[in-house]
């Protein structure tokens, strides 16, 4: 299917999408702490994406049980909020949440500390991090989309860790999940060609030790295989005829 080019209008409106949905990401991080259990998490984030009059994408998306997705350690994305899994002190914890505004929305997630974590752990949420702005530096026009996957891989490789293969970005607009597909790694096609008025979610999942994932009984939880830990980092982002825009972190609230 072809990849929609977004108007003027729609970019305006998946800003805002994108501008309450980083609101809701630093808002999240900063009340994150031991102790609180991960459904928490959930209602917290719900309250602010509703709080600004916008509805949690996920919520009901494919029969997905809540609003924030709170993947913990070795979960790699899609934890489901539960009011028995309580986040302990050195824990990692990927948040990955999306908003709609006026039908349109915006998706973004971090991997984030619960208290003092390990060394390791910072360094594979720092290297998650920078191999998204890794692949971003390709996504100008006249670039493939494999040229951001391809980056990324080899960012994160780089490292000593590994990409997940199963489960990869997306376009993103008035629906979640968009055409076309943006795998975190090279692949044999090259892809669509880059042209202003895109928007992706590109979303680096990279793992400590093996690029194999299961996926738990409950058809949700997405787990290494191997049982190491696991990071997250996504954006929505809007293809300009310059530097892409990072619609899930605007400018002025980056370093707030
Ligand atoms: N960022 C995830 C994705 O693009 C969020 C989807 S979670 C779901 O697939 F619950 F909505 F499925
Ligand atoms: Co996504």
Not at 43 to 56: A, F, K, L
Not at 133 to 140: H, T
Request: aromatic content about 6%; some cysteine; glycine content about 8%.
């Amino acid at each position: 299917m072809a990849v929609s080019i977004k108007s003027q209008r729609e970019i305006e409106l998946m800003r805002e999408a994108g501008r309450i949905l980083c609101i809701t990401h630093q808002e999240l991080e900063k009340a994150i702490r031991p102790g609180m259990t991960t459904m928490e998490v959930d209602r917290i984030g719900e309250e602010i994406i509703r709080s600004y009059g916008c509805t949690p994408s996920f919520k009901n998306y494919e029969g997905y049980p809540a609003s924030i997705c709170v993947s913990v350690n070795d979960e790699v994305v899609h934890g489901i909020p539960n009011a028995n899994h309580i986040l302990r002190d050195g824990d990692i914890v990927s948040l990955d949440a999306g908003v709609i505004y006026k039908g349109y929305h915006s998706d973004a997630a971090r991997t984030v500390a619960v208290g003092e974590i390990s060394e390791a752990a910072q360094r594979l949420i720092d290297v998650t991090r920078q191999s998204f702005y890794e692949g971003i530096r390709y996504a100008k026009p006249g670039y493939h989309i494999r040229d951001i996957g391809k980056a990324i891989q080899k960012y994160v490789e780089s490292h000593g860790y590994s990409v997940v293969r199963d489960l990869v970005g997306h376009g993103i607009g008035n629906h979640l999940h968009e055409d076309p597909e943006i795998p975190n790694f090279t692949t044999l096609k090259r892809g669509v060609k880059l042209q202003p008025g895109m928007t992706l979610a590109i979303e680096p999942m990279v793992n400590e030790g093996t690029q194999d994932v299961w996926w738990m009984d409950d058809d949700w939880t997405v787990v290494t295989a191997d049982g190491l830990l696991s990071a997250h980092y996504e954006n929505t982002v809007l293809i300009t005829e310059g530097e892409p825009e990072l619609l899930s972190l605007p400018e002025d609230l980056k370093d707030v």
